[in-house]
């Protein structure tokens, strides 16, 4: 499959196949902490950088055996917005899979477009990322396309949560020393409560990105949402989940309830249930003997499924 990828897991979406819009790797920006490494062709051009009849092709041919699954969710390299189909292939998915539900991960530089605004609606959940708000933090954290401005991204995103039905969840990735002032968070708190999101996440650098920056730790997030103090605001930083300690009878159960609806590797177990990886293997060992899971190979990868009945 060259255009779809997964399912994962992540913490935001739970089980996702990520389609993959745009080439490694095309982007309207080169953010300091991208996890996909250096934009090698910075553009706002919109075009089918990729072909739409192969993209459908492989969601048909995956979709057959109809998977279960939380999302279907344009991500992956660069930014999805670039593609002049999304809006048809968003249809295409509506019209022919009504059962699934659509997200997209975007920058949102595109979004105060007329016509990029007609290709989203549509999507269920929108993922739009505001990592500053005033134009120099953005230029030196985002590096954007010349002559891209951060007002011009915040509208975007204001006339995505009035003019679509989907939900929006603004993702704020905080980078030490960059936009963490105390000037720069009160700014973004001002935009973040005149937008009324559904939901604001923080976000902190937790894989290699692709220039040398640093994230910031759970105590300085949670210091950042209390100093905004906006109402459905969620720290999704990977190092920054707080982990639970629970009674090994009472996660087990937890275990086999998440496994047993899709399968999943250990690790994605423990970040879902906010448990240290060890407990969970300690509890996944257990479900093995009481041949309540197994565990099977995907991809390569391990992973624990639940044996119902
Ligand atoms: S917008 Fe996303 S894909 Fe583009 S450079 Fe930034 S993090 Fe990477």
Redo the contacts with the bound molecule.
């Keep these: 499959m060259r255009y779809i990828f997964g399912p994962v897991f992540s913490r935001r979406l739970g089980l996702s196949l990520g389609v993959d819009l745009v080439p490694h ?1 095309i ?5 300091l ?4 490494g250096p ?1 090698t062709e910075k553009t706002v051009e919109r075009a089918e950088y990729v072909p739409l009849s192969g993209v459908k092709a492989e969601l048909d041919e995956f979709l057959a055996f109809k998977p279960e699954l939380d999302f279907i969710t344009f991500s992956g ?3 999805p917005t670039l593609h002049s189909g999304l809006g048809e292939l968003v249809r295409y998915l509506k019209e022919n899979y009504p059962d699934y539900r659509l997200a997209l ?1 975007t ?1 949102a ?1 595109l979004l105060y477009r007329d016509d990029v605004i007609e290709d989203v609606k549509g999507i269920d959940v929108v993922l739009p ?1 505001l990592d500053a708000a005033t134009q120099p933090t953005f230029e030196k954290l ?2 954007p396309v010349k002559g891209l401005m951060v007002d011009d991204v915040i509208a975007g995103i204001g006339r995505l949560i009035k003019e679509c039905d989907c939900q929006t969840w603004v993702e704020t ?1 905080f980078v030490k020393g960059i936009n963490d002032s105390p000037e720069e968070v009160e700014k973004l708190g001002e935009v973040i409560h005149a937008l009324k999101p559904h939901k604001w996440q923080l976000n902190t650098v937790a894989r290699p990105p ?1 220039y040398g920056v640093e994230g910031l730790s759970y105590e300085e997030l949670k210091g950042i949402a209390d100093r905004v103090g906006y109402p459905n605001t969620e720290i999704v930083a990977r190092g920054g989940v707080k982990r639970r300690k629970l009674p090994l009878p009472d996660l087990k159960e937890e275990i086999y309830n998440l496994v047993v609806r899709r399968p999943c590797p250990l690790e994605e177990i423990s970040d879902a249930l906010g448990v240290s990886p060890e407990e969970v293997e300690r509890a996944v060992e257990e479900l093995k003997r009481e041949g309540r899971v197994k565990e099977l190979l995907f991809g390569g990868e391990p992973y624990v499924k639940g044996l119902s009945g």
């Design positions: 790797k982007c309207s920006m080169d953010c902490y991208c996890e996909v934009t390299y660069g930014e991960l920058n530089t990322s985002n590096r990735l692709a």
